[in-house]
């Protein structure tokens, strides 16, 4: 089975500092990853993905992510947050060909001004 | 750019009610889904279709819990009677096959 697994549940960084958003995932098959961000009362936005192409994904809004099979890991990150970026994160693992996600628990991102 | 249209974006309902949402996915997608996302944590499959047959139920109540997408188009999915531990954040999703999948704004549900 499909699983993620995200190391944090809040990351607080000051605007204009890096931003590492980490997440661990666990399957059984080669995995398709996502990354989705949720601002206060609204739906999910995909970020990114990675579908087994390049390991450094890029994605909107200058965010990026690595996937590491080594690692079974998929960081998020980002060089420079901005106060716009505060939000919630969420890992997201898919079976390849299945269209079934499993989310992670989430990461509540805050920016201090 | 299309959106996932939702409605209502509020529901407030006392136990024991029914209540009903509605879900209108982006033209062309035949892959609808239905998430239940309780505060705190993430999104939970309830019900997927494709075109307007079910696909995976496992996670639906369906003691309380119905779902339709009758012309595979738009949906509808009901809790009847709502309890307590139903309030959450009611979020629809589609997609093209093998694609991302595209969320509306949720309905967010308080049972009282």
């Known amino acids: 089975a499909q699983s993620v697994t995200q190391l944090d549940s809040h990351v607080s960084v000051s605007e204009g500092t890096p931003v590492l958003l980490r997440c661990n995932y666990s399957s059984s098959y080669s995995p398709s990853l996502f990354w989705y961000v949720q601002h206060p009362n609204k739906g999910l936005q995909l970020l990114l993905k990675y579908t087994s192409a390049a390991t450094l994904v890029k994605g909107i809004n200058g965010f990026e992510a690595e996937f590491k099979k080594s690692e079974t890991s998929f960081h998020l990150t980002k060089p420079s947050a901005h106060m716009s970026d505060a939000a919630e994160y969420f890992c997201v693992v898919n079976k390849w060909g299945a269209q079934k996600l499993v989310f992670g628990q989430g990461t509540r991102l805050t920016i201090n001004p | 750019e299309a959106e996932v249209a939702q409605s209502p974006r509020y529901k407030i309902t006392e136990k024991s009610q029914a209540v009903a949402f509605w879900c209108d996915p982006i033209?062309?997608?035949?892959?609808l889904y239905w998430y239940r996302q309780i505060l705190g944590q993430g999104p939970e499959l309830l019900v997927q279709?494709?075109?307007?047959?079910?696909?995976?139920d496992s996670q639906l109540p369906k003691d309380r819990f119905s779902a339709e997408r009758l012309k595979g188009v738009d949906s509808t999915l009901k809790i009847q009677p709502a309890e307590l531990g139903d309030s959450a954040m009611y979020l629809c999703?589609?997609?093209?096959?093998?694609?991302?999948?595209?969320f509306g704004n949720g309905t967010r549900l308080t049972v009282t």
């Open positions: 033209s062309g997608h035949a892959t």
């Open positions: 999703a589609s997609s093209l096959r093998n694609s991302p999948l595209h």
């Open positions: 279709f494709q075109d307007e047959s079910v696909v995976d």
